[in-house]
């Protein structure tokens, strides 16, 4: 139970003390007289954007002309460069201030026959860009901007982390997780493709508000009072997880689809997605396993602490993001 106590309680800090980073995105976009309309996002911190400043190494990739406009997620900035400009081949792409952050960037370059896309990671803050020959379908990229999601996604991981508490059965439990993935992936989908389109203010609160019911029903059961969850745990984690998937869609849609092969990147982020997910359930499920052992008998009310910490957690984000909308 300690152990459980401290799995938890590391969780409160990490979620109460840094909000997700989205990947910051950087388009570079060759028109049809030669001209390259620039794109780059900035994830916000409150009302900054994290200190991220794109340099080309010929020189020309500057933003004094740009155009900015905000969105619930990112600074954005949209400038146009006219030729004549040196070639884009062989030029290197840095991204000054991304070595002191832990979010990554997505550079995408639209040519008109092709597209190329690199993903420059803090440890390595520059790509050079080689446009001589086609590029593979970025595969790893989009793979690893969806693990890197669900792992930076505190109430993600947390409501997750919930269902490993409440459902105990093993059969029963990947059945639960199986449900959650159908459900998000549904509507991750949905919503990237636009078939389905909802604020992504409203949904990240909503997501919220699940984990606030998900620590209720976990509270009620260690009570001995078993609701709708403990008993039917398949059924609430795919109504909760088609919540939890317009949240995936909308870091997706906000960091940037590659136009011309949409499907491909949606259907690599869900494999990150889940790939991130089952790691991190094999990790608790490890965890959870090390304490049922206790060598020490602990007082009957400290059961109950994961739950009050998972709900008063998750209504402190359900505050703070319903006074953002």
Same mark, same amino acid.
Do not use: C
């Given at each position: 139970?300690?152990?459980?106590?401290?799995?938890?309680?590391?969780?409160?800090?990490?979620?109460?003390?840094?909000?997700?980073?989205?990947?910051?995105?950087?388009?570079?976009?060759?028109?049809?007289?030669?001209?390259?309309?620039?794109?780059?996002?900035?994830?916000?911190?409150?009302?900054?954007?994290?200190?991220?400043?794109?340099?080309?190494?010929?020189?020309?990739?500057?933003?004094?002309?740009?155009?900015?406009?905000?969105?619930?997620?990112?600074?954005?900035?949209?400038?146009?460069?006219?030729?004549?400009?040196?070639?884009?081949?062989?030029?290197?792409?840095?991204?000054?201030?991304?070595?002191?952050?832990?979010?990554?960037?997505?550079?995408?370059?639209?040519?008109?026959?092709?597209?190329?896309?690199?993903?420059?990671?803090?440890?390595?803050?520059?790509?050079?860009?080689?446009?001589?020959?086609?590029?593979?379908?970025?595969?790893?990229?989009?793979?690893? &901007?969806?693990?890197?999601?669900?792992?930076?996604?505190?109430?993600? $991981?947390? #409501? !997750?982390?919930?269902? %490993? /508490? =409440?459902?105990?059965?093993?059969?029963?439990?990947?059945?639960?997780?199986?449900?959650?993935?159908?459900?998000?992936?549904?509507?991750?989908?949905?919503?990237?493709?636009?078939?389905?389109?909802?604020?992504?203010?409203?949904?990240?609160?909503?997501?919220?508000?699940?984990?606030?019911?998900?620590?209720?029903?976990?509270?009620?059961?260690?009570?001995?009072?078993?609701?709708?969850?403990?008993?039917?745990?398949?059924?609430?984690?795919?109504?909760?997880?088609?919540?939890?998937?317009?949240?995936?869609?909308?870091?997706?849609?906000?960091?940037?689809?590659?136009?011309?092969?949409?499907?491909?990147? &949606?259907?690599?982020?869900?494999?990150?997605?889940?790939?991130?997910? $089952?790691? #991190? !359930?094999?990790?608790? %499920? /490890? =965890?959870?396993?090390?304490?049922?052992?206790?060598?020490?008998?602990?007082?009957?009310?400290?059961?109950?602490?994961?739950?009050?910490?998972?709900?008063?957690?998750?209504?402190?984000?359900?505050?703070?993001?319903?006074?953002?909308?």
């Amino acid at each position: 139970m300690k152990r459980t106590v401290s799995i938890i309680l590391l969780f409160s800090f990490l979620a109460s003390n840094a909000h997700e980073i989205r990947p910051a995105y950087l388009e570079i976009k060759e028109n049809s007289d030669h001209s390259l309309s620039i794109t780059w996002k900035q994830p916000l911190i409150g009302e900054y954007g994290v200190p991220l400043h794109p340099v080309m190494s010929a020189g020309w990739l500057q933003d004094s002309t740009a155009e900015i406009s905000y969105t619930e997620s990112y600074l954005v900035k949209h400038w146009e460069i006219v030729p004549p400009y040196a070639t884009l081949d062989a030029q290197t792409v840095t991204i000054y201030g991304l070595e002191n952050t832990i979010t990554d960037v997505l550079v995408q370059i639209i040519l008109p026959k092709n597209s190329f896309t690199y993903l420059v990671k803090p440890i390595h803050p520059y790509v050079k860009l080689n446009i001589t020959k086609p590029q593979p379908p970025p595969v790893w990229q989009y793979i690893q &901007l969806g693990i890197y999601h669900i792992w930076s996604g505190f109430d993600h $991981l947390l #409501f !997750v982390f919930g269902l %490993l /508490l =409440l459902v105990r059965k093993r059969s029963l439990l990947i059945w639960t997780i199986t449900a959650f993935t159908i459900a998000h992936s549904i509507t991750l989908a949905l919503a990237t493709l636009h078939v389905v389109k909802v604020s992504s203010g409203f949904t990240e609160a909503a997501i919220a508000l699940s984990i606030v019911f998900l620590g209720v029903e976990l509270l009620r059961h260690y009570q001995g009072k078993d609701g709708l969850t403990f008993k039917f745990p398949w059924l609430v984690s795919f109504l909760f997880g088609l919540l939890h998937g317009l949240g995936f869609a909308s870091a997706l849609r906000d960091v940037g689809l590659p136009q011309n092969n949409i499907p491909m990147a &949606l259907f690599l982020f869900n494999v990150g997605v889940e790939l991130g997910q $089952l790691s #991190f !359930v094999t990790l608790m %499920l /490890l =965890l959870i396993a090390a304490i049922k052992r206790p060598r020490f008998q602990f007082p009957a009310w400290s059961v109950r602490l994961p739950a009050y910490i998972i709900g008063t957690l998750a209504v402190y984000w359900f505050i703070e993001r319903v006074l953002a909308i």
